[in-house]
């Protein structure tokens, strides 16, 4: 089945505390990115990535990091993460590195940082 | 600079009435405009898009929209609500290489 995985889907933590969220597709997709989905604000772009070893910031970049070494992982790393970055995290690829493609998005992951 | 305002953080609608969620953008180039749809506790999913060509857009589920260049509308529509439409809906439009959402419309349908 075509699809883009997240894991964990919810993760509770502490200030500070490094983590990282993984996402994967099996599509073959080129075109990546992370978004935070906050009540009354939509969803706003974090990083998105053309290919491998190609990335670049989206709007809400500061305080993540992330890689893109291989096609289909792309993973989101919080070195210190701090209450305000509590949130629904999605996942989405999209088939060429065209942005007017058809976004596939994953299940989420819900974090929430004490 | 490209944007998307959605009117209407909430609407309500009795089941088999007709389903509006309005949608305008600010932008200076033609746009591509979407409207993507989210179930509850899911991910997004696209319900139709506009790239260039009809301004009568159909997508999914018996929706569709309208490109509306004298208005900057891309307003969402369905003759006839049902109960399974109730979602967060959100419109879309690319700016760069990035896809800039709505703040999102939570479609309640009542029975």
């Known amino acids: 089945e075509a699809q883009v995985t997240q894991n964990p889907r919810y993760l509770i933590t502490v200030t500070g505390k490094k983590l990282t969220v993984t996402c994967s597709q099996n599509m073959n997709h080129e075109y990546m990115s992370w978004y935070r989905q906050d009540p009354g604000l939509g969803l706003r772009q974090i990083y998105y990535?053309?290919?491998?070893?190609?990335?670049d910031k989206g709007d809400v970049p500061e305080g993540y990091k992330v890689s893109r070494k291989e096609k289909r992982n792309f993973p989101l790393i919080l070195e210190s993460p701090s209450p305000n970055q509590t949130s629904l995290y999605f996942c989405?690829?999209?088939?060429?590195?065209?942005?007017?493609?058809?976004?596939?998005f994953g299940p989420g992951t819900r974090l929430t940082v004490l | 600079a490209q944007s998307v305002t959605q009117l209407g953080s909430h609407v309500s609608v009795s089941e088999g009435a007709l389903v509006l969620l309005r949608c305008n953008y600010s932008?200076?180039?033609?746009?591509?405009l979407f409207w993507y749809v989210q179930y509850p506790n899911q991910g997004l999913q696209l319900l139709l898009k506009?790239?260039?060509?009809?301004?009568l857009v159909k997508g999914i589920n018996g929706f569709e929209a309208e490109f509306k260049k004298s208005e900057t509308s891309f307003h969402l529509t369905k003759p006839s609500a049902h109960m399974s439409d109730a979602a967060e809906y959100f419109c879309a439009v690319i700016k760069g290489n990035k896809l800039v959402f709505g703040a999102g419309t939570i479609l309640r349908v009542k029975s």
């Open positions: 989405a690829s999209s088939l060429r590195d065209h942005i007017g493609d058809e976004q596939f």
């Open positions: 932008s200076s180039v033609p746009p591509y």
């Open positions: 990535s053309m290919n491998v070893e190609v990335t």
């Open positions: 506009y790239t260039t060509g009809a301004t």
